[in-house]
């Protein structure tokens, strides 16, 4: 039984920071690639960042390149999002699922969802 469990998440104003974490249970970790999505209210899916299961090969949407840093810890299941100078348009709902994904419209491909953490940004 997959499971995942996003944390970190919560209020914070412009220009602030967080770093998300995500527990990963119910698969071989480390031979699983990982993405970041989010939602934003009224809005769709949208990829944020992605990392092979190693680690060695990361990327990034454009509106989040050179502010978040994706990473893993793969002797503690666990894959990290550290994001920076965070803007109002970063207020979404943020996930974590197996695979590699970096096209909007492929995540509903995605088999696993956990109950995602709230990212607030705002004034």
């Known amino acids: 039984q997959v499971h995942l469990a996003e944390s970190g998440g919560g209020l914070v104003q412009p220009g602030g920071s967080l770093r998300l974490s995500c527990a990963v249970s119910?698969?071989?970790?480390?031979?699983?690639?990982m993405t970041w999505v989010r939602q934003a209210p009224g809005k769709g899916l949208e990829w944020v960042s992605a990392?092979?299961?190693?680690?060695?090969?990361?990327t990034y949407r454009d509106s989040v390149k050179g502010r978040f840093t994706i990473s893993r810890d793969n002797a503690k299941s666990t894959l990290y999002l550290q994001m920076l100078s965070l803007k109002p348009e970063d207020t979404a709902v943020y996930y974590c699922?197996?695979?590699?994904?970096?096209?909007?419209?492929?995540?509903?491909?995605?088999?696993?969802w956990g109950q995602g953490t709230q990212v607030t940004v705002s004034s």
């Open positions: 119910g698969l071989t970790f480390s031979s699983s690639a």
């Open positions: 699922v197996p695979g590699y994904y970096y096209i909007d419209s492929r995540l509903v491909r995605a088999d696993y």
């Open positions: 990392i092979t299961s190693g680690g060695s090969v990361t």
